[in-house]
Nanobody
Framework: QVQLVESGGGSVQPGGSLKLSCKSSGPDVLRACMGWFRQRPLQGREGVAA????????YYADSVKDRFTISHDYAENTVYLQMNDLSPEDTGTYYC?????????????????????WGQGTHVTVSS
């Protein structure tokens, strides 16, 4: 069984930064690919970023590319999402997720259905 616990959410002004953390536990095979997703108000859950635990390859949604950075501290079993230059459109609940095997490619890397384990989420509000 995999447990994922997110932290680091909060309120920030536009242009500000936040760093989210996801502490994970469980079999390594079930955490082969780690991802961050978000659910904005009145919208469905969408993929934000993912990192392959074996290869370190990273993947980003176009909407966050060059602003967000995903990283993995293997010693601490923690995945981070550094978010810079935040805008009100980034407001939402952010979820950490994991999947067995590696990250999918061919355009499916950030597909919600590709991930089987989920945290409870941490909320981010970007507002002036």
């Amino acid at each position: 069984q995999v447990q994922l616990v997110e932290s680091g959410g909060g309120s920030v002004q536009p242009g500000g930064s936040l760093k989210l953390s996801c502490k994970s536990s469980g079999p390594d095979v079930l955490r082969a690919c780690m991802g961050w997703f978000r659910q904005r108000p009145l919208q469905g859950r969408e993929g934000v970023a993912a990192i392959d635990s074996a290869h370190g390859s990273t993947y980003y949604a176009d909407s966050v590319k060059d602003r967000f950075t995903i990283s993995h501290d293997y010693a601490e079993n923690t995945v981070y999402l550094q978010m810079n230059d935040l805008s009100p459109e980034d407001t939402g609940t952010y979820y950490c997720a994991s999947r067995s095997k590696g990250c999918l490619t061919s355009g499916q890397t950030l597909a919600v259905l590709a991930f089987g384990y989920w945290g409870q989420g941490t909320h981010v509000t970007v507002s002036s």
